[in-house]
């Protein structure tokens, strides 16, 4: 499972291990509780409110619509235009746009169809003097800025009781517009929904006599030959699929899980494992040279890193499980641990034979080395078994074989002794 992976008996055992499965957990967590958090309020509000899914919900009036076009009185008798006006800050005397046409024509054509419309003078927001241009950024927020003449995308995202529920412009305006939005703010307060409709090609009109007619029409056959438009397209972020903010009929704002919204995530599990990486790397220099460093120590005290090796080995012949790591840098702790106090004991004994043992008398007494070697070890200085005074015992060949580095300075010095005693 995610919780457990590989199942019983695979469970981490080093902390960089545990640091990575940690890492791991937090991962699942986060994106289990981030999908179940956005797809369960998604299920509910939908099933509970009705939301704008495309430009079929503005036919009945439920929802009303932001256009740039003429404000008009729609109470009379015989309104200059169809639909009820909601209002606006548009005037009479501004040109109705293409999409108010396209309002127009399909309630001309269904008698059902009565929109609410809120007339607009242009798509984008002015200041208070309605000359210099209002954009929406992190340190700008029309909704908040007193006076501004609000354009259609603003009208929307404001939500004012004079504002409107959807607009309705050109695609790859629309596109552009909501990016730049997105990339200048990092939120969504406006989405695309629905399918486009009523697809129209743009041209460019010349007098009948005009030197660049011919030009123009061989430059956009040439560009269209060679797919420049897609590539314009594509770069620019003209297209629905690069569109930042766009969902289908998304009542949460639009907002879905990007790598974008995600990154936090992704640089806190990349950091547990950087840190179970740098630990592992770290653990392996240290058992190096704890190893290299017992290895020195064996080599004047004796090998007692066999045991260390022996226990790896016996775990291959048995099968068992392999001896980690961190087990093989405990027993090399606890031979080095081992090794300094069997030191330390030698020296203490080695102190006390030096302080009682008497000066030697004559040169056919045992030399100096000898003598503290042999009490050292427990062994008899004047009476051993075989008849000879100082030879040692059992006991005393193994400390002999152990320690002669240790005891060979002080033979030295008796039997220096012992030529001084004898001239």
């Avoid at 509780?33 to 998604?42: F, L, M, N, Q, V």
């Avoid at 029409?217 to 972020?237: D, F, H, P, Q």
């Avoid at 080599?299 to 775990?315: L, T």
Wanted: glycine content about 12%; proline content about 5%.
């Amino acid at each position: 499972s995610a919780f457990d992976p590989g199942g019983p008996g695979k469970a981490p055992v080093t902390i960089g291990g545990k640091l990575f499965m940690l890492g791991h957990w937090l991962f699942v967590v986060i994106i289990a509780a981030s999908y179940t958090g956005t797809i369960g309020p998604y299920l509910a509000d939908t099933a509970a409110l009705p939301v704008v899914s495309g430009i079929e919900s503005l036919y009945d009036g439920t929802f009303s619509v932001a256009v740039r076009g003429p404000t008009f009185d729609s109470t009379v008798e015989a309104p200059l235009y169809l639909g009820v006006h909601k209002g606006g800050n548009s005037l009479t005397t501004v040109e109705p746009s293409s999409q108010w046409k396209y309002l127009q024509s399909i309630m001309r054509s269904d008698s059902t169809a009565k929109m609410q419309l809120v007339s607009t003078r242009r798509m984008d927001s002015r200041f208070k003097d309605d000359t210099t241009p209002l954009v929406h950024d992190l340190t700008t927020d029309p909704c908040r800025v007193t006076g501004a003449v609000l354009g259609a995308y603003d009208l929307v995202m404001c939500g004012r009781d004079d504002g409107a529920d959807a607009l309705i412009a050109d695609a790859p305006s629309a596109f552009y517009e909501l990016n730049r939005r997105f990339n200048a703010t990092g939120e969504c307060r406006l989405v695309s929904v629905g399918a486009q409709f009523s697809p129209s090609g743009f041209g460019m009109g010349f007098p009948k006599t005009s030197a660049f007619s011919v030009p123009v029409s061989y430059a956009v056959t040439e560009i269209a030959g060679r797919a420049r438009v897609s590539e314009l397209k594509e770069r620019y972020g003209l297209r629905e699929s690069d569109s930042k903010c766009s969902t289908s009929g998304d009542s949460n704002g639009g907002l879905i899980m990007t790598i974008q919204l995600l990154a936090g995530l992704f640089i806190i599990v990349g950091v547990f494992g950087f840190a179970s990486a740098v630990h592992g790397v770290g653990e392996h220099i240290l058992y190096l040279i704890l190893k290299k460093k017992n290895e020195r120590v064996g080599s004047e005290f004796g090998d007692d890193d066999d045991d260390v090796d022996g226990k790896q080995e016996d775990a291959a012949r048995t099968g068992k499980k392999e001896v980690s790591l961190t087990e093989r840098v405990e027993m090399l702790h606890e031979g080095s641990d081992r090794i300094e106090g069997v030191v330390k004991k030698l020296a203490k004994r080695k102190r006390a034979a030096t302080a009682a043992a008497p000066p030697p008398a004559s040169a056919s007494e045992p030399g100096f080395g000898a003598s503290l070697l042999s009490m050292a070890s427990g062994g008899n200085q004047g009476g051993a078994p075989n008849g000879n005074p100082g030879e040692p015992t059992g006991a005393d060949l193994v400390f002999s074989n152990l320690f002669s580095s240790v005891a060979a300075p002080f033979a030295k010095e008796g039997d220096k002794d012992k030529k001084t005693s004898k001239a």
